[in-house]
Each structure stands twice: as structure tokens, then as C-alpha cells.
């Protein structure tokens, strides 16, 4: 992407691959291994902010009342990602980390973070709600401000988790973490998979705001979908709703694209 205009890596920083260790060269193993996969997901999760942290004031000021509520979905998929990830660590991931590892509220921390943005995230939830159903009108400004409230701590979140997961290798011998993650991760998508309106507008937010490009393509075979099947996923769901997902900072292969509203 040659051009300068700011774009979804900021303005709040990703979670770079040092904070697992990861690299190209030597990929992590064990617990390292399922830092690196987080912080992949948070990185999705801070693009999809800084999508609508860039972009709120603009659509605000010169789009149209379909850009206007267009937008409001796609930053309301956001919050159900977030809400989404932050459910499946709280009942599913953290619990059983405390399971494997023997240590009762060993991830406790990382619950009570989630908290700390709470109110602001619902803040936000129940403001795009209100746009959605065109009870108000959007503004940029509220957006951002709403964003500024409590990004800069959910950002320190996402970055402080994955230094939690790394600390778990002193447990590696004990378990297989790898192993583990992946099983939890295929049971729970399978399930995910069978609502087609997960297919249809959760789905898609996996590709749409992950670079395969990061760090020289660190990361660049994520999500791990079969060509084929992510053929037929495009054409029967993924671009449903592609009005709302033309706000995001890459296309649905994962590939840079200027934001239309900066
Ligand atoms: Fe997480």
C-alpha cells in the first residue's frame, strides 16, 4: 500500500511479536506458541478500533445516511467481537487454565482487567444501538470520545494477557498448550459455525482485520482456512454485509486497503 494516510495500525498500537517472542526465522513453541495466537487476535481487535477511531469523525461530517448507519453496524460487530472474546476467555480459556495448571485464580488478573473498560465499552454498545435504530444521529466526536474513555486501558489489557500466557511455560512440561488451544478453539468454532449469522457478520471480522502483510508476514497464514473452503465461505456469507465491512482496513484476504473515510 504506498499510500500515507494513517491506516489501522494505529493510533492504538498492535501487540508486536516480540512480546511473544515469535519470529519467522523460529517460530515459538508451548506457551509462547499461544501467546503469539493471541496477540494475533488482539491485533484484530485493535485494528477494528483504530478503523473506527480514524474514520468516526469523517463519516460523520461528509458521509451519507447509509455510510452513517453502514458504519454504525460495522462498529457494532467490533463490540461483538470484543464482547465475544472476552466471553470465551472468561468461561472457557481462563478457567481451564487454572484447571491445567493447578493454580485456582491464577488468570483472575486478566478478568478483573476486563472489567476496568466495561462501562465505557457498554457506553459505546448502547450509543451505536441507538444509531443503528436512528434515535440519534452519529457523531464523531461522541464516538471518539466515548473510544478515548476507555481504549487506551483495554489496549494495556490486550498487551498485559499475552505476557500472562507467556509466564505459562513454566508449565510446559506439565501441558501441552498447543494441543490444548486448538482443540478448545476447533470445538468452539464448530459450534460458532453452525449460526449462519455468526457466518455472516462475525465471521468475516477475522480476515477483514488481520494484515497478512504484519511484521514481513509473520503471521500470514492466519486464520487456517482451506483455499477451497474459504471459497465457498466468500461466496455464501462472508460478503454479505460487504456495505458495512468497506470500513475496515483490509479485504476479506486479509490484504491492506486504504480506509474511504480518512
Ligand atoms: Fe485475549
Redesign the pocket.
Known amino acids: 500500500m504506498a499510500s500515507s494516510k494513517p491506516w489501522v495500525d494505529g493510533p492504538f498500537k498492535l501487540v508486536p511479536p516480540s512480546a511473544s517472542g515469535d519470529t519467522k526465522e523460529k517460530p515459538v513453541e508451548g506457551a509462547r506458541k499461544l501467546a503469539a495466537e493471541?496477540s494475533i487476535?488482539?491485533n484484530c481487535l485493535l485494528r477494528g478500533a483504530n478503523a473506527i477511531y480514524l474514520q468516526c469523525v469523517n463519516v460523520a461530517a461528509n458521509g451519507t445516511p447509509k455510510d452513517k448507519v453502514d458504519f454504525a453496524n460495522f462498529a457494532h460487530q467490533w463490540t461483538e467481537m470484543v464482547q465475544d472474546?472476552?466471553n470465551l476467555?472468561e468461561n472457557n480459556v481462563f478457567p481451564q487454565i487454572n484447571d491445567l495448571t493447578q493454580v485456582p485464580n491464577l488468570m483472575d488478573e486478566n478478568v478483573e482487567e476486563h472489567r476496568l473498560f466495561h462501562e465505557g465499552f457498554d457506553a459505546l454498545v448502547a450509543y451505536l444501538d441507538k444509531v443503528k435504530a436512528a434515535e440519534e444521529e452519529l457523531s464523531g466526536d461522541k464516538v471518539r470520545s466515548i473510544l478515548d474513555e476507555f481504549m487506551p486501558t483495554l489496549q494495556v489489557h490486550?498487551t498485559n494477557?499475552i505476557g500472562t500466557l507467556v509466564r505459562l511455560e513454566v508449565y510446559n512440561d506439565k501441558v501441552d498448550w498447543v494441543k490444548w488451544f486448538n482443540e478448545l478453539l476447533s470445538k468452539t468454532t464448530t459450534e460458532c459455525m453452525k449460526d449462519v449469522g455468526y457466518r455472516q457478520r462475525m465471521l468475516p471480522l477475522a480476515f477483514l482485520f488481520h494484515d497478512k502483510t504484519y511484521q514481513d508476514g509473520i503471521w500470514g497464514n492466519f486464520p487456517p482456512v482451506p483455499w477451497l473452503v474459504k471459497v465457498v465461505l466468500k461466496w455464501m456469507y462472508l460478503n454479505k454485509h460487504a456495505d458495512w465491512w468497506r470500513f475496515a482496513g483490509c479485504d476479506l484476504d486479509s490484504a491492506r486497503r486504504d480506509l474511504p473515510f480518512v
Open positions: 493471541m487476535a488482539h472474546h472476552h476467555e490486550l494477557e
